[in-house]
C-alpha cells in the first residue's frame, strides 16, 4: 500500500489573521491510496485548509506536505495532472447546459473531444443526472448543482480525487446516488480525500478517518480505531425507568425520551443489557456511532458553532 | 500538459466563456458596442463631425481596453462567487492558459464592435498596409497589457462588486483622459505631460500618425513603440510574479 498524501507538522497561519492564529496545526498524517479519507470537524477546524493545501490551491506557511510522492510547494505542476477537486460552495456556469459542464471541464483537462464525450455520458447516467443533461445549470436546485459538479470531477482521469463538503444541500436519495458514485471510484483505485459535515456520510464511505478540532489533528484511524480509542465504546438504549445510580455505576449516562442512553466499556455494557432485559425492558445494544465519538471527544456537537474546549491530541 | 493538449484547453475556454454565454444571451454582444459608440456619436455631434476619424481610432482602442475591464469582471466573479478558478487551478491547466483562453473568449465579446469600427476605418480611406499593421500592432499590445493587468488585480479583489467600481475609474484613466479619441494638442501642456503615463496615448499616437490624422516622425514612432512593448511586458512580469494563482 501506498500513500496518496503525506504531511509532517503542516502548518498553516493566514496573513493578517487575529494574533497569528494558526488555521491548522502540526499536522502530521499518511493518506493510504485507493480508499476513501474522511476529514470530519466543525466549522473552522481546519478540513478546507487542510484540503485547499493538498489541492495546491493555498501555500502552506510551514511543515512539508506530498501528494503522490510531490512537494506541494515545489511540484505543484506534477500533482496538478493528477488531482481533481470539488471545492467548498463551488457552483457550477450558470450558463452551461449540464452536459456541457462535464463534457467542458473534461475538454479544459485536455482529454480529447470522443473520450470526453464517452466520460460524460458514464457519469451523467452514474449520478441520475441523464435526464437533466440539456438543463441549464441556472435552473437547476442546489442539491442538483452540486451532484453535476461531483460527476464533473468522477468524469475526469484525476487519481485523486477533493470532495470539499461534496454533498452539502443533497436530499437524501441524492447523497447516496452520490456515495455509489464515490464507491464505484474507489473500485477504479482511486484515492478520495472527503470532508463532510455528515457523519454517517464519512462512516459508509471512509476506510479511515481524521477529526479536526480547531485546526488540530484530535484522532485518526479505522471507524474501529476510533471506538477503541473513545472511553466508552459501546452505547445501550433502554426503554423505560431504570434507577438512574445504578445506570452510571456503568458508565456515562444521558437521557432520552422514554428511557436512558448509556456509554459504557463492552463488559459492563453487555452484563447491563442482560440486566434490563431482565427487569423485562426493551433495550438496544451496539458499538457507539461517530457521532457519539466525535461528542465525547470534541464536547460539542458537529454543528455546535460555538468554540469547544481545548482538547488533547 | 502538451502544446496540443494546452491549445485545446484554451480553445475550450474561449467555447466556455465566449461562444456559449453569447449562444444563451446575444445580448452580449450589443454591451461592447454600445460605449465605444456612444463616444463616437457624442464627438461626432459636437465636432459637426470634423473629428470623427479620431473617435474611430478611439472606439477601437476602448473595445480592446474593455476586453480588459470585462476580464478583470469574469476573474473575479469565477473566482470568488463560483469557485472556479480553485477547480482550475487543481487540474493540469496552466494559469497563463487560462488567463489568455479566458481573454481571447472577451476579445469574442468584442468582435461586433471591432467589425463596426473596421467598417468605418476602410469608410475613412484610413485602410493602407501599414496603417492596418500599425493598427492590429497597437491593438494586440493594448488587449495584452490589459488582459495582464486584468489578471493581476483580479486576484487581489474580494468582490466582484470591487472590480464595478474600479472598471469606470480603469476607463477614465486609460481612454477618456489620455488623447485616445482627440489629438493630444487640444490638451493643455500640463496635461499633455500627465497623458504620457498612459500606454494608451503611444497607442493611439501610433494608430493617428499611420493613418494621417496627425504627424508622427520616425523617431516619435520608435518611441512610441518602445514604451507601449515595454509597458506591456512590464505588466506581464508584475503579472507573473504578483497575481495569486495559488493563495497565500
Same mark, same amino acid.
Given at each position: 500500500?501506498?500513500?496518496?498524501?503525506?504531511?509532517?507538522?503542516?502548518?498553516?497561519?493566514?496573513?493578517?489573521? &487575529?494574533?497569528?492564529?494558526?488555521?491548522?496545526?502540526?499536522?502530521?498524517?499518511?493518506?493510504?491510496?485507493?480508499?476513501?479519507?474522511?476529514? /470530519?470537524?466543525?466549522?473552522?477546524?481546519?478540513?478546507?485548509?487542510?484540503?485547499?493545501?493538498?489541492?495546491?490551491?493555498?501555500?502552506?506557511?510551514?511543515?512539508?506536505?506530498?501528494? $503522490?510522492?510531490?512537494?506541494?510547494?515545489?511540484?505543484?505542476?506534477?500533482?496538478?495532472?493528477?488531482?481533481?477537486?470539488?471545492?467548498?460552495?463551488?457552483?457550477?456556469?450558470? !450558463?452551461?447546459?449540464?452536459?456541457? #459542464?462535464?463534457?467542458?471541464?473534461?475538454?479544459?483537462?485536455? +482529454?480529447?473531444?470522443?473520450?470526453?464525450?464517452?466520460?460524460?455520458?458514464?457519469?451523467?447516467?452514474?449520478?441520475?443526472?441523464?435526464?437533466?443533461?440539456?438543463?441549464?445549470?441556472?435552473?437547476?436546485?442546489?442539491?442538483?448543482?452540486?451532484?453535476?459538479?461531483?460527476? =464533473?470531477?468522477?468524469?475526469?482521469?484525476?487519481?485523486? $480525487?477533493?470532495?470539499?463538503?461534496?454533498?452539502?444541500?443533497?436530499?437524501?436519495?441524492? *447523497?447516496?446516488?452520490?456515495?455509489?458514485?464515490?464507491?464505484?471510484?474507489?473500485?477504479?483505485?482511486?484515492?478520495?480525500?472527503?470532508?463532510?459535515?455528515?457523519?454517517?456520510?464519512?462512516?459508509?464511505?471512509?476506510? *479511515?478517518?481524521?477529526?479536526?478540532?480547531?485546526?488540530?489533528?484530535?484522532?485518526?484511524?479505522?471507524?474501529?480505531?476510533?471506538?477503541?480509542?473513545?472511553?466508552?465504546?459501546?452505547?445501550?438504549?433502554?426503554?423505560?425507568?431504570?434507577?438512574?445510580?445504578?445506570?452510571?455505576?456503568?458508565?456515562?449516562?444521558?437521557?432520552?425520551?422514554?428511557?436512558?442512553?448509556?456509554?459504557?466499556?463492552?463488559?459492563?455494557?453487555?452484563?447491563?443489557?442482560? =440486566?434490563?432485559?431482565?427487569?423485562?425492558?426493551?433495550?438496544?445494544?451496539?458499538?457507539?456511532?461517530?457521532?457519539?465519538?466525535?461528542?465525547?471527544?470534541?464536547? &460539542?456537537?458537529?454543528?455546535?458553532?460555538?468554540?469547544?474546549?481545548?482538547?488533547?491530541? | =500538459?502538451?502544446?496540443?493538449?494546452?491549445?485545446?484547453? +484554451?480553445?475550450?475556454?474561449?467555447?466556455?466563456?465566449?461562444?456559449?454565454? /453569447?449562444?444563451?444571451?446575444?445580448?452580449?454582444?450589443?454591451?461592447?458596442?454600445?460605449?465605444?459608440?456612444?463616444?463616437?456619436?457624442?464627438?461626432?455631434?459636437?465636432? &459637426?463631425?470634423?473629428?470623427?476619424?479620431?473617435?474611430?481610432?478611439?472606439? =477601437?482602442?476602448?473595445?480592446?481596453?474593455?476586453?480588459?475591464?470585462?476580464?478583470?469582471?469574469?476573474?473575479?466573479?469565477?473566482?470568488?462567487?463560483?469557485?472556479?478558478?480553485?477547480?482550475?487551478?487543481?487540474?493540469?491547466?496552466?494559469?497563463?492558459?487560462?488567463?489568455?483562453?479566458?481573454?481571447?473568449?472577451?476579445?469574442?465579446?468584442? $468582435?461586433?464592435?471591432?467589425?463596426?469600427?473596421?467598417?468605418?476605418?476602410?469608410?475613412?480611406?484610413?485602410?493602407?498596409?501599414?496603417?492596418?499593421?500599425?493598427?492590429?500592432?497597437? $491593438? +494586440?499590445?493594448?488587449?495584452?497589457?490589459?488582459?495582464?493587468?486584468? !489578471?493581476?488585480?483580479?486576484?487581489?479583489?474580494?468582490?466582484?462588486?470591487?472590480?464595478?467600481?474600479?472598471?469606470? /475609474?480603469?476607463?477614465?484613466?486609460?481612454? #477618456?483622459?489620455?488623447?485616445?479619441?482627440?489629438?493630444?494638442?487640444?490638451?493643455?501642456?500640463?496635461?499633455?505631460?500627465?497623458?504620457?503615463?498612459?500606454?494608451?496615448?503611444?497607442?493611439?499616437?501610433?494608430?493617428?500618425?499611420?493613418?494621417?490624422?496627425?504627424?508622427?516622425?520616425?523617431?516619435?514612432?520608435?518611441?512610441?513603440?518602445?514604451?507601449?512593448?515595454?509597458?506591456?511586458?512590464?505588466?506581464?512580469? /508584475?503579472?507573473?510574479? &504578483?497575481?495569486?494563482?495559488?493563495?497565500?
Amino acid at each position: 500500500m501506498g500513500y496518496a498524501i503525506r504531511t509532517e507538522h503542516l502548518r498553516k497561519v493566514y496573513p493578517g489573521s &487575529k494574533g497569528g492564529s494558526a488555521a491548522l496545526e502540526d499536522l502530521t498524517l499518511d493518506i493510504p491510496d485507493g480508499r476513501v479519507y474522511g476529514v /470530519i470537524g466543525r466549522n473552522g477546524a481546519g478540513k478546507t485548509t487542510f484540503v485547499r493545501i493538498a489541492a495546491t490551491q493555498l501555500e502552506r506557511t510551514s511543515g512539508s506536505a506530498t501528494v $503522490l510522492g510531490h512537494d506541494v510547494a515545489t511540484e505543484e505542476r506534477a500533482i496538478r495532472t493528477r488531482i481533481a477537486c470539488v471545492p467548498q460552495e463551488s457552483r457550477p456556469l450558470y !450558463f452551461l447546459n449540464v452536459e456541457e #459542464v462535464v463534457y467542458l471541464y473534461l475538454k479544459l483537462r485536455g +482529454l480529447d473531444p470522443a473520450e470526453s464525450r464517452a466520460r460524460t455520458r458514464d457519469a451523467l447516467d452514474q449520478l441520475s443526472l441523464t435526464e437533466f443533461r440539456r438543463r441549464s445549470v441556472a435552473r437547476l436546485s442546489g442539491g442538483l448543482r452540486r451532484r453535476v459538479l461531483c460527476a =464533473m470531477v468522477l468524469a475526469s482521469d484525476a487519481e485523486i $480525487l477533493f470532495l470539499d463538503e461534496p454533498t452539502t444541500g443533497l436530499d437524501p436519495i441524492a *447523497r447516496r446516488e452520490v456515495w455509489e458514485a464515490i464507491r464505484r471510484a474507489i473500485r477504479e483505485r482511486r484515492t478520495i480525500l472527503l470532508t463532510t459535515h455528515y457523519l454517517d456520510e464519512a462512516e459508509a464511505l471512509s476506510t *479511515r478517518l481524521a477529526l479536526f478540532e480547531r485546526g488540530r489533528l484530535v484522532l485518526e484511524g479505522t471507524p474501529d480505531d476510533l471506538r477503541a480509542r473513545v472511553r466508552y465504546p459501546y452505547r445501550v438504549t433502554i426503554f423505560g425507568a431504570y434507577p438512574l445510580e445504578e445506570l452510571q455505576s456503568y458508565g456515562r449516562v444521558s437521557p432520552i425520551e422514554g428511557g436512558s442512553l448509556v456509554f459504557a466499556r463492552e463488559n459492563e455494557s453487555r452484563e447491563l443489557a442482560r =440486566m434490563a432485559l431482565e427487569k423485562g425492558l426493551r433495550v438496544s445494544l451496539g458499538p457507539v456511532s461517530l457521532e457519539d465519538i466525535f461528542l465525547e471527544v470534541v464536547g &460539542k456537537a458537529i454543528d455546535d458553532e460555538t468554540p469547544a474546549p481545548e482538547v488533547e491530541a | =500538459m502538451s502544446e496540443r493538449n494546452r491549445l485545446r484547453s +484554451l480553445l475550450t475556454l474561449v467555447q466556455l466563456n465566449g461562444l456559449i454565454p /453569447i449562444r444563451t444571451q446575444p445580448l452580449y454582444l450589443v454591451n461592447l458596442v454600445a460605449s465605444p459608440l456612444s463616444f463616437l456619436f457624442f464627438i461626432w455631434i459636437v465636432s &459637426k463631425g470634423a473629428d470623427l476619424a479620431y473617435g474611430v481610432v478611439g472606439g =477601437m482602442v476602448l473595445t480592446m481596453l474593455s476586453v480588459g475591464t470585462g476580464l478583470q469582471s469574469d476573474l473575479t466573479h469565477y473566482r470568488h462567487d463560483l469557485k472556479f478558478q480553485d477547480i482550475v487551478v487543481a487540474s493540469p491547466v496552466e494559469a497563463p492558459v487560462y488567463v489568455a483562453g479566458l481573454a481571447l473568449s472577451e476579445l469574442v465579446y468584442s $468582435l461586433p464592435a471591432l467589425a463596426v469600427f473596421a467598417i468605418l476605418f476602410v469608410y475613412y480611406g484610413f485602410a493602407t498596409v501599414t496603417s492596418s499593421v500599425v493598427l492590429v500592432g497597437a $491593438l +494586440l499590445l493594448v488587449w495584452s497589457f490589459a488582459t495582464a493587468f486584468a !489578471f493581476t488585480l483580479s486576484t487581489y479583489f474580494q468582490d466582484v462588486r470591487e472590480t464595478w467600481m474600479f472598471s469606470p /475609474i480603469f476607463s477614465l484613466v486609460l481612454t #477618456v483622459l489620455p488623447p485616445v479619441y482627440y489629438p493630444i494638442g487640444y490638451l493643455p501642456g500640463w496635461a499633455q505631460i500627465a497623458a504620457r503615463f498612459s500606454p494608451t496615448t503611444y497607442a493611439a499616437e501610433l494608430v493617428q500618425g499611420a493613418v494621417g490624422l496627425q504627424p508622427l516622425t520616425f523617431s516619435t514612432a520608435t518611441i512610441d513603440w518602445v514604451v507601449l512593448v515595454a509597458f506591456t511586458a512590464a505588466l506581464f512580469v /508584475i503579472a507573473a510574479f &504578483k497575481a495569486r494563482w495559488k493563495d497565500p
